[in-house]
C-alpha cells in the first residue's frame, strides 16, 4: 500500500495508494466525547424526558425574516440551502460554528451516491435501483422506505451540483466488496471543500448566521413560525429544516440512548440540542439508533485528546488490535460476536458491536503478538482473500520501534496487560469466564471450526503460548445516526403521527433512513445526508 496511506485510505485501496491525507466515512476534526442499538421506549422516554418542562421562550433583541431556517451548516444544511436558493427561496442558515468548516461533512472522506458525473465518465455508473436496493436489503426494512430512496435519489443531483461547483473528488474503489463503486472520495477538506458551497448560496441571496445556535422552534396555533438562537436573534420564516449534526457531543443523550458513553472523534459541537428542539416543538423520536465506528482501530478508558497521529496513525499502536478479528471477549470474559465481521466492517459492524458491549477486551498469545509485530496481521493470518481490505489493516500494526514504550503505557494506564497465565488476565480485568472462553476457543482453532459463531477458520488463531496479552477497548465513533421520526417527505412527525406543519429534519437529525448497524456501503451517513438537503429543498420549494 505504502507509507501514504491514512484512514481515508485504509479500507483497501492499493489501487490508489498515492492517495494522502484523511478522512473517512464520516470524520472530523477529532475531540473528546462520549456512544448499540436501544429500544424505541427507552430512546423516547430518555429524550421525552430532556425536553421535559419545555424550552422557554425567549423573545429576541432583534429579527430576520425569510422563507427557510436552515439550522446546521453540514452536508444536509448546505445542501438544503443551495437547493432552496436555486428555486429561489430566501434561506437563513444558522450555524452555532464560527464558519461552515468545522462540521464533519467538511472533513470527512466522502458520499456514497448514485448516478453521477463521475461515475458515468468512468464507465462505473450506480443505478438509484442499486444502491437503494442495496441500503434496504440491508436494513432489514428498518427504516422508512420512502424516505430511503428519496434521500439515495437527492444523492445524484447532489454530487452534480458539487462536480459543477468545482468541488474536486474522485471514485473509490469497491473496498468491501459491495460489487458496485458509489464512494465519491473528496480530495479537498475544510474551508476549501466548504467554500464554494457558501458562496454559491451567497450569491443566491442566502444569508449564513454564525456563532449563533438554534434554542427553540417558535410554534404559533401548532404551525412552525421561525427559530429563537441563543444569541438573542429570533429568525422568523414559515419553514424550518433542522440538520445539526446528531448527538456525538452530547454525553447525556449518548447515556440515555446507548448506556454507555463513546468517545467522540468528530464533532463535539453536535450535542443533539436540534433533536430536542423537534422533541420539544411536538416532535417524537423514531427507534433506530447507532454510531459510526472507529474504524482505525478504538480507544481506552484513559485517552485524552486525540487518538491519532498527523498521518492517522494510532497514538498508542495498541489500539489497532481492534480491528484484526482475533478473540474479543465482554466484561464476562465471554465471545459476543464472529470477529471477523468487525475486521471486514470496522466501521459499521465493529462499531455496533463494542458500543453494545459497552467495553471489551482482545486477548492474545505470544505467537499472535509477536506475528503482528513482525510481517504484521494480514501474513500472520496467511493472506486471506476473503479478508478484502486485510493488506491494508497493516497500517495499524505495531511497530518494532514502538512495541515495548506503547505497551508499557497501555500497562500503566490500566488498560493492557501482559501475564505469564490466562488467569493473571482474567485477574487484572475480573474476566470471570476468561479461562474457559480461551479453552473452548481453543478447541475450534484446532478443530478448524468455530461451532459458536461460525468464524473464518483463517482468524482463527489460538491463544497457547505464554506471555499472553489483553487490552480493554471502549467505543468511539466519527458520527451519531438516529433521532426525529420523519415521514418520506422528511417532516417531523408527532407523538400521533402526523406531521408538523414547516417543521423539517434532514441529515443524522432524522432517525427514519438510519438503520442499525451502520450501512456497510462506504459514505452512506454523509450520502444520505446531502441526498436528503436535496429532498427537503425540492419538498419546500415544490419542485419535486
Known sequence: MGTSMDRRSFLGLSALGALAAGAGLAGCAPQQGNASAPTADAAEGASQEQASGGIPRKEGSSTKECDVVVVGAGAAGLMAALKLGEAGKKVIVVEKAPSASMSNFSMCGGPAACETKLQEQEGETVTLDTLFGYMYDFSRTSVNGALLRNCVAGTSDALNSMIDLGIPMSLWPDVYGNGFRARHYLESEGEERVAPLVQAIEAAGGEFLYGAGGEKIIMEDGAVRGLQTDKGVDVLAPNVVVCTGGFLGGEDMQMQVFNTPVFSLGNSLSDGAGINMVLDAGGALDRNFAILGNECGAVAAATQGSPFTEDWHNVNEHYGYWLFGGLYTDTAGERFIDESRIAEFPLAIGGEALVRAGKAYVVMDSDYYEGVLGDGIFAYLGEPASWVSGAEADYYKTTPENAEAHLQQAIDEGWGCKADTVAELAEKFSLDALEATVERYNGFCEAG????????????????????????????????????????????????????????????????????????????????????????????????
Request: net charge negative; aromatic share 12%; hydrophobic share 40%.
Open 449 to 544: 471450526v468455530d461451532s459458536d459463531f461460525g468464524k473464518d477458520v483463517a482468524f482463527l488463531k489460538p491463544v497457547k503460548t505464554a506471555p499472553f496479552y489483553a487490552f480493554e477497548y471502549v467505543p468511539s465513533a466519527w458520527g451519531t445516526n438516529g433521532g426525529v421520526k420523519v415521514d418520506s417527505h422528511l417532516r417531523a412527525m408527532d407523538a400521533e403521527n402526523n406531521p408538523i406543519p414547516g417543521l423539517y429534519v434532514a441529515g443524522v437529525d432524522q432517525g427514519s433512513a438510519y438503520c442499525v448497524p451502520y450501512y456497510t456501503n462506504p459514505g452512506a451517513s454523509v450520502g444520505l445526508a446531502l441526498g436528503s438537503g436535496v429532498y427537503v429543498a425540492k419538498e419546500i420549494a415544490g419542485t419535486k
